[in-house]
Structures are given as structure tokens and as C-alpha cells.
């Protein structure tokens, strides 16, 4: 609830506020000040029952907290592990060496990215970098040579800043129900943008045709409008689609290094193995909690959220990911669907049995858990009857009427009401919040409504 005074300060504010560049976009900024209001961190209760309060007490909590999360799970496979080690140890093949930067594609790079974001742990960001001469994108491009001739990734672009944001509906005294968000050398990531452009040609080969996430002409429309068209066909012909819905436990956090370079020495050519190596070992994060950092710790599993590379690596780990001749596979980053269709539902389920249990050797080979709490079966059909129960892992899924894939809500008979009235209060409580700037009384232009009214739809 915003008060009286308040109302009236933000009210006499409103005649300079535009949605344009030229006041540097002062609308956008207050409104999504407003939607994201900053919270207050309570006390931190340890491991061990005490409680924290000091700022540097509170950054070291969560700092010990990550420190397990971006650990790899335990393996069952030894032999698959002596298998690992042993390629990666074995030499590499002769191949011809990466393509060398020129400043043209540094200050491409450079002019593509976006103002405003805050800085990594060397505090340069991209309002600095657009202010070079011509010399200093010379000596840049000079410096991204050296690291590509030598295959190093320096160690000032592997340290990551991380603050912690709080989970929705979580409690504020655990640090498990905060979500970290990384903050990296905007220098890397221009480094690493251009050793993206060098692994662009090679990733049509590597990932496949199921996968539709972080790919050009790509996106969650596409797959929705793919699974979507399957359950309609389905439906048409009065047949059943059994579909389970997989819930990836910290998915990018989790990956093994070992294993992550093993895939990529498999499927890239040798060039890169080195480079990425040395992007992927010895990196460090620090929390930062208001003015104060808890000591830098060491990142040992996981591709950085936030980077350039780090989607990328994750699709390349899991690109051999089982399918099956008679299912459909659906993947979006970890956001994963398989589908069975089939006139008789124990069919279709057996089908979809047989994959899973592909699927769950996988999981165990490589080290990815599922959150089998949060995974669902679903049914669709216009049918009564329901297809038997999906088992992962000896333990039935969970089975639901509905299931939330890329924040589409899928039901049992494709109808998209739950979907938009969902939508539909989600609006209202944005525009719930943004009344005192959008209401009858509000000072601001009709134009600068409409903008506004936009983003909270976009947003929506």
C-alpha cells in the first residue's frame, strides 16, 4: 500500500516520465522499480540452528550454502568414470586452430551490448567499453587473440558476483529459498560471444532437431505450437497421449565438469577443448550481500547462469539425451516433455514406460537428478478412461488433469481456460499495483498509460 505522502510525491513526478530514450527511459524504470520492490532479508538460520545477522555473517551463509549446491552428484558408474578420464587424457587430434578476432568483430560485439546493467567483479561495464578509442578496441581484440593462441581464459573473467533474490512464497530465513543471480565480467562475456560465433557451425551437428532452447528462429511458441499440435491430433482422432513432464533438479548447476569436457572433446572438434577447459576450471564466486562479500569460493560443477557459453555447454551435455522410435521427445534447455500416442492407453504408456526407462539410465550415467515431486503424467484425451501409471526410478510420477510446460497451462482435454483465467489474475495484480500510476487521478499522459499498460502485459 503506498501512502498518502508518497502518492502525492510520485504523483507531481509523473509530468517528466516518458517511455522514450531521450529521458532515458524514466518510465520504464519506475514502473519496474514498482514491480520489483526490494526486499528486506530477515534473519539467516545456519546449518547448525544459529541465527545471523550481520551483512557479512548473512553473504557467508549463503556463500556456504552454494558452496554445496554447485558440487556434481555422486556416481554409481565407476567404470563409466575410468572411461571419462581416460579420453580426456588422450591426446588431441590435429585440427586447424581457431579463427583470430579482428577489432571490426570486437567493436561489433562491443556495440551490441545493452546500457544500464550492473558490472561484474571488475566493475567495467558497457557504458565504459562503447567509450573506447580505436586503439583501445585494438589493444582488446590484441588481448582476445592471446587468450585464443594460448587457450586461456583469464582468471579476473571466471569470478562471478552473486546476489541473492528471494524465491516466491518461500521462507526468508533459509537460504534455500533464495535464488542466486550471477553478475560476470561484461568483458568475458564479449570473449565469450566470440567463441560462440566460432561454435556455430559445428552446433547443427551436435544438437538435436528436439531441442529448442537458447536456438535461433527457436523459442517456447514454436515448441508449445509442436507439443500442441500432437495432443490436437490426438484428440481429433479419439486417441490417448500419455505425456510426462520431467522436473531437471538444478540443472545447470549440477553438470560435471569432467564429463561436460568429455562431451565436448566427443562432438566438437579439438580446437575448442582446450579454450574451454580453461573457461570451465578454476572459476570463483563471492556474495554479495548490500556492502558486503563473503571470501571467494571455488565453483566445482555447474555452467554459470547468466554467460553466453553456459546454456550452450548445457545443451552439448545434454544432447544424447534418449528418444524413442515410437514417442516424441520435447526439450527446452531442462524443460522436458515426452510424449506416447496410441488408440489404446495401456499402449500408449507402455510405450512411454520403455522410453523412461532409457531415460532414467541416462540420468544416472551422466549424474542428473529429477525431481520426481514435481514431475507429471498427464492424459489427454476426450475419453474417460486414464492411461496406467508412469514409474521413474521404482516410484510412480505423480499424475495430474494438468501440467504447466514454458508457462502454458496444458489440461487434459486442451481447452485453455485454466491457461487464461491464470493470465487474467496475474494482470489484475499488476494493475493492481501500478493503479496509483495508471488511475483517473494519475498526472500521467495518455500516451505514457498505454506504454505502461503494455509492459505489464508483455511482462504478464
Known amino acids: 500500500m503506498i501512502s498518502q505522502a508518497n502518492n502525492e510525491r510520485f504523483q507531481n513526478q509523473l509530468a517528466d516520465l516518458t517511455p522514450k530514450k531521450d529521458t532515458n527511459y524514466s518510465l520504464w524504470k519506475i514502473t519496474k522499480k514498482l514491480k520489483r520492490p526490494k526486499i528486506h532479508i530477515p534473519p539467516i538460520k545456519t546449518t547448525d540452528g544459529k541465527w545471523v545477522r550481520k551483512e557479512a555473517d548473512k553473504a557467508q551463509v549463503f556463500a556456504d550454502h552454494l558452496k554445496d549446491v554447485f558440487k556434481s552428484l ?222 571467494l569460493q571455488k565453483i566445482n560443477s555447474g555452467v554459470p547462469q547468466g554467460s553466453i557459453l553456459g546454456p550452450v555447454l548445457y545443451l552439448i551435455f545434454t544432447a544424447d539425451i534418449p528418444t524413442h522410435e515410437d514417442t516424441i521427445t520435447a526439450t527446452y534447455a531442462d524443460d522436458t516433455a515426452l510424449l506416447s500416442v496410441d488408440k489404446d492407453s495401456s499402449t500408449a504408456s507402455a510405450k512411454l514406460q520403455a522410453h523412461v526407462f532409457k531415460v532414467e539410465n541416462w540420468l544416472d550415467k551422466w549424474g542428473i537428478r529429477v525431481n520426481q515431486g514435481k514431475s507429471v503424467h498427464v492424459t489427454f484425451t476426450l475419453r474417460r478412461e486414464t492411461c496406467p501409471p508412469i514409474k521413474l526410478r521404482n516410484e510412480e510420477i505423480p499424475q495430474a488433469e494438468d501440467a504447466k510446460y514454458l508457462g502454458m497451462h496444458l489440461v487434459r482435454r486442451l481447452t485453455w481456460r485454466k491457461h487464461i483465467w491464470t493470465k487474467r489474475k496475474q494482470l489484475d495484480t499488476q494493475l493492481r499495483l501500478m493503479y496509483w500510476l495508471m488511475g483517473r487521478k494519475s498526472n500521467l499522459s495518455h500516451e505514457s498509460k498505454i506504454a505502461t499498460y503494455k509492459t505489464i502485459k508483455i511482462d504478464t
Not at 558497457?126 to 585494438?138: C, D, Q, S, T, V
Not at 571466471?158 to 528471494?166: G, L, N, R
Not at 497421449?241 to 566438437?268: G, M, N, P, T
Open 74 to 295: 555422486p556416481c554409481k558408474n565407476t567404470e563409466h568414470d575410468k572411461e571419462v578420464y581416460e579420453y580426456l587424457d588422450a591426446a588431441l587430434q590435429m585440427c586447424l586452430p581457431l579463427k583470430s578476432v579482428n577489432p571490426k568483430e570486437t567493436w561489433r560485439e562491443i556495440s551490441k551490448l545493452p546500457e544500464g546493467k550492473t558490472p561484474g567483479y571488475d566493475l567495467v561495464d558497457a557504458k565504459l567499453l562503447k567509450e573506447l578509442p580505436e586503439k583501445g578496441i585494438i589493444h582488446f581484440a590484441t588481448i582476445c587473440n592471446a587468450c585464443l593462441r594460448l587457450a586461456i581464459f583469464p582468471g579476473q573473467w571466471k569470478i562471478a558476483q552473486v546476489v541473492m533474490i528471494p524465491k516466491s512464497e518461500k521462507p526468508l530465513h533459509e537460504a534455500s529459498s533464495y535464488r542466486p543471480i550471477s553478475l560476470l565480467s561484461v568483458q568475458g562475456k564479449i570473449f565469450e560471444r566470440m567463441l560462440l560465433n566460432r561454435m556455430r557451425a559445428h552446433l547443427s551437428d551436435v544438437i538435436p532437431q528436439h531441442q529448442f532452447g537458447f536456438q535461433e528462429k527457436h523459442g517456447t511458441i514454436e515448441q508449445i505450437h509442436r507439443i500442441t499440435d500432437i495432443i490436437s491430433r490426438t484428440l481429433e482422432f479419439k486417441q490417448f497421449c500419455s505425456a510426462v513432464f520431467l522436473d531437471i533438479s538444478q540443472a545447470f548447476d549440477r553438470v560435471w565438469h569432467e564429463r561436460l569436457l568429455y562431451k565436448i572433446k566427443k562432438l566438437l572438434p579439438h580446437s575448442f577443448f582446450p579454450i574451454l577447459k580453461s573457461y570451465l576450471q578454476g572459476k570463483c564466486f563471492e556474495v554479495k550481500y548490500n556492502n558486503e562479500s563473503s571470501p
